[in-house]
């Protein structure tokens, strides 16, 4: 092994037998697969120089490393790279500094690194690590691979704790495994994260991801990934393990979350993608996204069966979604959640959008109505607009005393509220109707004899049902007894049906 890390060359312990080899597997490694954990501190702390014309470096493969590796505080400046290794008790490296650090297909109890800095990467893919991984205030340089780790909790039910996290490029944890909580409060991610074909499972807690005030530039995938099976002895490639565009055939794997989720308070440079998302909660957990800010969230996953979806406060350019995605009456909330555009994957109609508002609103609220017409009116969709409105004030009228309901109920049955002008069109024209009908039996007297127009039935009733607008008929005749009634009703019928005729194609000319 010493002369290996003055060459840069790996130090293999493997045996021709493959099923010896994994270091999670029963066989037991003897002495001739072990090296100290003292010996490693030593090469790597204070190590020899390098041969000339090499680059020191520690790479070992199947190698079993007894007692304590503790490099606490260190500046280990060889690159290290460990494979197919057993460590027999925990890992220490907090506040200790790499170039950086690569720990592939290892078996190891427990990673204790809060405040690991790396100049480079850390890689953990294919990592088993039994009592939980802390990276609290971690800085990781560029990459941070976690493909295909399988993490369980520690003492306090987290398996992964990365709170307050940096990442200068990617964080990928695709086709991982985290039995407990995956706990990345405050943590800065400077491109994307990547939890494909993920399975998050925390049946000891109530949140399986707690990630409040997180930051990612780019996007959030929570998508499926292709499981290909075990990675080959290469390696994990260095951009994922998920191909851009699987072979015909190839099994998928859904992102899965068992328990709740937390992300309130994020702000994510492009999308938070859903897509085929598994959500498993209980009735008391939630998928949380107060605030969150994002150009576009796409709810795509399947509907969760229980638990509760949170979007108070959140502000999203494009809302990408689809029916079957969101919980029913009761699980959904979104006060103060608002969107530009919307984009239905599917048939999303308009009655089953006002369902959705509906179900987030068990109390009558009047935001996410004028959220939704905004929308479809600055998509062009004045009429669906209208039609949100008036269910809108539909909505509201249940919310009145019983006076404040007839009334309402009387201006939806004549006018809907205003919402539909064509209908108070309509009710001027059957008024002018009957009042011509009715006047045509009924002439009034002059109110100046021999002067004025001659009596008109039709233009007399049009008089009156037209406000401001002056034919020279109401003046012209005195009303009296039933005439009178008549006339003082047309009046104030006029008013009423002619503003709301003049509203709704003012609304045609000039969009709100």
């Known amino acids: 092994m010493w002369r290996s890390f003055r060459t840069g060359t790996t130090h293999d312990l493997r045996t021709p037998q493959p099923e010896r080899n994994d270091p999670n597997g029963p066989h037991t490694w003897g002495p001739e697969r072990s090296v100290r954990a003292r010996v490693i501190a030593l090469l790597l702390l204070d190590g020899p120089a390098p041969l000339p014309g090499r680059v020191a470096a520690l790479k070992l493969n199947g190698v079993q490393i007894t007692g304590l590796l503790d490099l606490s505080g260190g500046t280990v400046v060889p690159y290290v790279e460990m494979r197919n290794c057993r460590f027999e008790q925990q890992l220490l490296l907090p506040e200790t500094r790499f170039t950086t650090l690569r720990l592939v297909g290892c078996a190891i109890p427990r990673l204790e690194a809060a ?17 939980g991984i802390r990276l609290t205030d971690a800085q990781i340089g560029t990459d941070l691979l976690l493909n295909q780790a399988v993490v369980r909790r520690d003492r ?12 200068g490029q990617d964080l990928q944890a695709e086709l991982a495994r985290a039995y407990g909580e995956l706990s990345m409060r405050g943590a800065k991610i400077g491109v994307s994260l990547s939890l494909r074909g993920s399975t998050l499972s925390n049946p000891f807690g109530r949140r399986a991801l707690n990630a409040p005030q997180l930051t990612v530039e780019r996007t959030v995938y929570l998508t499926p990934a292709a499981d290909t099976g075990p990675a080959p002895a290469g390696g994990t490639p260095p951009y994922g393990i998920s ?15 068992e328990g709740g989720m937390r992300l309130d308070d994020g702000r994510f440079g492009d ?22 800010q994002t150009p576009e969230l796409r709810f795509l996953g399947e509907r969760p069966e229980s638990g509760r979806v949170v979007l108070s406060g959140a502000k999203v350019v494009n809302l990408v979604d689809r029916w079957e995605s969101w919980p029913g009456p009761g699980s959904l909330t979104m006060a103060g959640f608002s969107y530009e555009t919307l984009i239905p994957h599917g048939r999303f109609p308009l009655s089953r959008r006002l369902e959705w508002v509906a179900a987030a609103t068990p109390e009558y609220a009047p935001e996410p109505y004028e959220c939704l017409a905004a929308a479809l009116r600055d998509s062009g969709e004045d009429t669906d607009a209208r039609a949100v409105l ?22 939806d049955w004549t006018v809907a509220y205003g919402y539909r002008p064509g209908r108070a069109a309509l009710w001027m024209a059957v008024l002018w109707a009957l009042g011509t009908a009715y006047f045509s039996g009924h002439q009034m007297p002059r109110v100046k004899p021999e002067e004025g127009p001659s009596w008109n039935p039709a233009l007399y009733t049009l008089d009156l ?23 003082s009703g047309l ?21 709100q």
């Open 115 to 131: 405040r690991l800095h790396t100049e480079g990467d850390l890689h953990l893919p294919r990592c088993v690590v039994r009592r």
């Open 271 to 292: 999308a938070v993608d859903f897509s085929s998302a598994r959500l498993v909660m209980t009735g008391d957990q939630e998928l949380s996204l107060r605030r969150v």
């Open 390 to 411: 008036l269910a809108k004030q539909r909505r509201r009228r249940e919310t009145l005393p019983p006076a404040g309901k007839a009334w309402g109920y009387l201006q």
């Open 491 to 511: 009046v104030l019928v006029g008013w009423v049906l002619a503003t709301t005729v003049a509203a709704g194609a003012s609304r045609l000319l000039r969009r």
């Open 243 to 257: 191909p851009a565009t699987p072979e015909h055939g190839t099994r998928m794997r859904r992102f899965t979350c």
């Open 156 to 167: 306090r039910g987290v398996a992964i704790a990365a709170d307050g996290l940096s990442v």
């Open 465 to 487: 049902l037209l406000p401001v607008i002056d034919l020279g008929q109401g003046p012209a005749w005195r009303t009296t007894g039933t005439g009178q009634w008549l006339a």
